[in-house]
């Protein structure tokens, strides 16, 4: 089934043509015609599932023609729980859109950075992608105003509701017009996702891509059991030995993170560490340099897991473990994407041995087990 069926605009399936996308994702397959037609929609699929686009490329079609709302009203919501994920949606709305022949201008907006810019930057915006906090700042401002929202878009509304946005949510539920198209995003149906699912949304069209989907079975998972102080000359042994030019390093805390990043430069390679104690700027920074390839190594913590989004990620090694096997699933899923297979490779230290039997459980999936006895780690 290609994206012409569909009954997208057609600039945005020219678009689609011209970057070689054939065939639909199985999220957008079912996202999009639902869209189209003004349903709500619940979708359960993991981040890298080509789930942004399955509602970006509906809602830009939708609209094309519509009556254009008074200044500071947009017409679309997107709630996101990341300043970096809010700027990759955005670029997903503009990629797209920018060929459409009624112009739709989308803008993002976090804290972190001065309100002020942001604040007049809301002129005539269609499109508004937005953390819960900094939004609220926005209306109490006066700077923007939603009671003219035709959609609403929820994206990774289970981290949200996990980092404790839900008062915040609250809030803004109470701003909006009581007619409007309410979809939600989630990589896992919680019982707190269920419970916005029932309050939010009218008779939806429930999409669930089912859990194998997730594609683990394309990564190529192996474990590492070494002493906790062998740990740093392991994972620079593993960049260098295998000659990895461009890894992702998951740590647990903010403070490994730098400590890690800073071990990696002071040993010849190119690292930058991302995560909530980062400024804006750099968090930005890292994340630039990382994808286009003048940064190694990025090193960053499970907060900002979901704002990093590379369809062609080679590796990702976890230098700690993650608390859940949830979080671990969605750390290796950062590789393995597109179809294309990756690599995860785990660092596991003595005291981590038996939260990592629970994880491979849980997974159902035993995880390959690598031998560091001979690794001759003294350089390193």
């Known amino acids: 089934m290609p994206f012409s069926t569909f009954g997208l605009s057609p600039s945005l399936v020219i678009q689609l043509i011209n970057n070689n996308y054939e065939h639909p994702y199985p999220i957008q397959k079912e996202a999009i015609p639902a869209i189209l037609e003004g349903k709500d929609v619940l979708g359960i699929a993991k981040t890298g599932s080509g789930k942004t686009a399955s509602y970006v490329l509906p809602i830009l079609t939708n609209l094309q023609g ?11 919501l997107v709630l996101v729980p990341t300043r970096e994920l809010a700027g990759q949606v955005k670029d997903v709305f503009q990629q ?26 809301m002129q005539n915006v269609n499109v ?6 900094r939004l609220l ?19 990774e509304a289970d981290k949200m509701l996990n980092l404790g946005f839900k008062s915040e949510m609250d809030k803004i539920f109470d701003l909006l017009p009581k007619k409007r198209q309410n979809l939600l995003f989630s990589a896992t149906l919680s019982e707190d996702v269920n419970n ?7 008779n939806p069209t429930i999409i ?44 647990s805390t903010t403070y490994k993170a730098d400590n ?18 980062k400024s804006q700027s750099a968090r930005t920074d890292a994340l630039r340099n990382f994808k286009k390839g003048s940064v190694r190594v990025l090193v960053a913590t499970d907060l900002l897991a979901r704002g990093i989004d590379i369809e062609f990620l080679p590796v990702v090694i976890n230098y700690e473990l993650p608390r859940s096997p949830k979080d671990y699933i969605h750390r290796i899923g950062r590789t393995g994407r597109a179809d294309t297979p990756g690599n995860a490779i785990t660092i596991v230290a003595p005291k981590d041995e038996h939260h990592f039997k629970i994880i491979q459980k849980k997974m159902k999936k035993w995880v390959d087990r690598v031998a560091c006895d001979n690794l001759d780690l003294k350089d390193y």
């Open 137 to 155: 700042e926005l209306v109490e401002s006066n700077a923007v105003h939603l009671s003219s929202i035709c959609a609403l878009v929820l994206d």
């Open 128 to 133: 508004l992608v937005a953390t819960p906090g």
């Open 66 to 76: 519509q009556t254009r709302t008074k200044n500071r009203h947009v017409n679309v």
């Open 196 to 202: 916005i699912n029932q309050v939010l949304l009218d």
């Open 260 to 277: 890690v990043a800073d071990k990696l430069r002071k040993n010849g390679i190119d690292a930058s560490a991302i995560h909530s104690k």
């Open 208 to 251: 669930k891509i089912a859990f194998e989907e997730n594609n683990i079975e394309l990564i190529n998972q192996t474990a590492y059991y070494i002493g906790e102080d062998k740990k740093g000359p392991l994972l620079r042994y593993l960049i260098k030995h295998n000659n990895m030019q461009q890894v992702l390093v998951f740590t």
């Open 96 to 121: 797209f859109g920018s060929t459409l022949p009624d112009r739709v201008k989308t803008i993002a907006v976090f804290g972190g950075v001065s309100i002020n810019a942001q604040m007049q930057a």
